[in-house]
């Protein structure tokens, strides 16, 4: 390439960049997140520790937790499934039985609008 064509590509592309750049300092500029009156009610942390709480912090001692074991990974035994854990027993079928009364089975004349 002839640095004529290296020069064409390159400046546009700086523009390009510096056109993103500013475009986007100015979208999070008017596109912040905190209102007016949040930002009034921030007040930022004082820096007054209370560093004797602090240091008695660090001087307690570590306590082990109830599920540490002291068993060594290689003495524990996990039990494998046997045949008949893994092997479901069918469910027995359920059918269903009809409720009804003596009277349900006999045959009544429909009703009419008109009497």
Known sequence: MKRK?????????FIFVLAWIGFSILHNVATSTI????????????????????????????????YQT?????????PTATASAVTPTPTPTITAQPVSTSSA?????????SQ
């Open 5 to 13: 064509d290296i020069l064409s590509i390159l400046v546009p592309l």
């Open 35 to 66: 209102s007016q009156t949040l930002s009034t009610q921030i007040l930022p942390i004082a820096p007054n520790f209370d560093t004797n709480t602090i240091d008695k912090l660090k001087q307690r001692q570590n306590i082990a937790t109830v």
């Open 70 to 78: 002291t068993v060594p990974v290689q003495n524990i035994i996990i």
């Open 105 to 113: 089975e006999q045959a009544t004349s429909g009703g009419s609008l």
